[in-house]
């Protein structure tokens, strides 16, 4: 059966402090990889999706990037973070073939305080 | 404005109330999802639609293409129903709405 591993669950970090959350599935191949962000009191918002290994399209501007140096392995980084970069990060994964928007499955979240 | 509208925003029913959460939007879409997020902020995808009705268990999702709506329907609701219930749909991007926080009391 598929799993997806997202760490940390929580983390608090200063501001102008690198960043990376890693995600890895198990038990699929070539699946479509999702970041999202929800931050405090909003809905949820996309970051990136990948629809293979180094391929990532970004959906918002913003301060932070992505890469996927695997097939399952899906990286969140920032170089410096901002106050605003605060939230909850999801990493997602669907089956590879489909449209993107198959269903997905979720990991479960890092918590992202930055102070 | 948002592109998905989602009512009402925040819903409290008694056990075995039946429950209906709406969601309309705005753009072209290739399907619509219905996510359930609990209370620790982890997210489960219930249904993707992208026309007619799925029913899982309780929960059924129904999808009219033409007026640009969704629901989502709870039989027989339980505590255990309570969640954030959000509607996400695709068409050139993702867009989500900003969730229906339900309660359900024993």
């Known amino acids: 059966s598929q799993t997806i591993h997202q760490w940390p669950a929580t983390l608090v970090q200063p501001v102008g402090s690198p960043l990376s959350l890693e995600c890895t599935v198990e038990?699929?191949?070539?699946?479509?990889l999702y970041w999202y962000r929800q931050a405090a009191g909003r809905g949820l918002q996309l970051l990136f999706y990948?629809?293979?290994?180094?391929?990532i399209s970004s959906e918002v501007p913003q301060n932070l990037s992505a890469s996927r140096p695997q097939d399952r392995q899906f990286i969140l980084s920032s170089k410096k973070l901002l106050l605003s970069d605060s939230g909850f990060y999801l990493c997602?994964?669907?089956?590879?073939?489909?449209?993107?928007?198959?269903?997905?499955?979720f990991g479960a979240g890092t918590r992202l305080s930055v102070l | 404005k948002n592109e998905v509208e989602q009512s009402p925003q925040n819903l409290t029913a008694q056990e075995g109330e039946f429950i209906t959460i709406n969601c309309s939007y705005s753009?072209?879409?290739?399907?619509l999802h219905w996510l359930q997020q609990h209370p620790g902020g982890g997210i489960v995808s219930l249904f993707m639609?992208?026309?007619g009705k799925k029913k899982h268990g309780r929960l059924i999702a129904t999808i009219n293409i033409q007026e640009k709506h969704s629901s989502l329907h709870i039989t027989a609701s339980h505590p255990r129903d309570s969640a954030v219930y959000i509607c996400?749909?695709?068409?050139?991007?993702?867009?989500f709405g900003t969730g229906t926080s339900l309660t359900v009391i024993p």
């Open positions: 997602a994964w669907s089956d590879f073939g489909g449209p993107v928007g198959n269903i997905q499955y």
């Open positions: 038990g699929t191949s070539n699946p479509n």
């Open positions: 990948s629809v293979g290994i180094g391929q």
């Open positions: 753009v072209g879409i290739s399907a």
């Open positions: 639609l992208s026309s």
């Open positions: 996400a749909v695709i068409g050139v991007q993702f867009y």
